[in-house]
């Protein structure tokens, strides 16, 4: 690495100090300190020396930003041999997230256009038998618990009572006031407008933004 050019001339003017053409030529006058003082001269002059060093030149190696993969998450149940819910590096599609639940107990049908359609992730995928060899698909948002554990957030238009008291510093009361506003205003634009609610100011918003989305 180099020295910038500032902490050159700082390191020249520290060094001038035992150069016996500078005005301030100090060696010359230090054999009139006793060597105690000498000593505690020379300490400070290595001290002074250490900070311009690790100002001017040192710089520590940052360490690489490694970055985290994102996780898709789907839960299939209903007529899947294995009913859980399945983690996938990449969005999945609807045939892709049925063949990771172990495929239907049946064999059915599926229209072109719905077997490739891509799942967000959250996305519970219902499997329901209408007739013989008829198996009806229908997508849903998992329970709230269940999307709190793999940290998605809720819908803030679509969570009930219940699921807004699963968050970290929402009580019954509050949930309460947040739903009548969203019933008033018939819907919520934004996440910050968690902050026209009565009892959720500026400290209490920032503890529990991150929990909530507005979705389309």
């Known amino acids: 690495m180099r020295i910038s050019e500032f902490g050159k001339q700082k390191l020249k003017s520290f060094f001038s100090l035992f150069n016996p053409q500078s005005p301030i030529y100090i060696p010359h006058s230090i054999r009139y300190l006793s060597l105690s003082q000498q000593r505690i001269l020379f300490v400070f002059a290595l001290f002074i020396f250490g900070l311009l060093y690790f100002r001017f030149y040192y710089h520590p190696h940052s360490p690489p930003l490694v970055e985290i993969p994102k996780e898709f998450v789907i839960e299939v149940s209903g007529e899947v041999r294995n009913p859980g819910i399945f983690i996938f590096k990449n969005p999945p599609t609807l045939m892709e997230a049925i063949e990771k ?3 239907l107990k049946e064999s059915a049908i599926f229209e072109k256009d719905s077997s490739s359609e891509v799942l967000e992730t959250g996305t519970l995928l219902i499997t329901k038998k209408e007739s013989y060899q008829e198996i009806k698909v229908k997508l849903e948002r998992m329970e709230a618990n269940k999307l709190l554990v ?6 803030l238009n679509r969570v009930s009572v219940e699921d807004l008291c699963l968050i970290p510093g929402i009580g019954e009361s509050l949930a309460r006031d947040i739903v ?3 019933e008033r205003r018939r819907g919520f634009r934004s996440v910050e407008e968690l902050k026209n609610v009565k009892g959720v100011g500026e400290k209490k918003y920032q503890s529990f933004k991150e929990f909530f989305v507005i979705k389309p």
């Open 101 to 103: 639940a172990g495929g």
């Open 150 to 155: 793999f940290s998605i957030p809720l819908d």
């Open 180 to 182: 009548t506003y969203r």
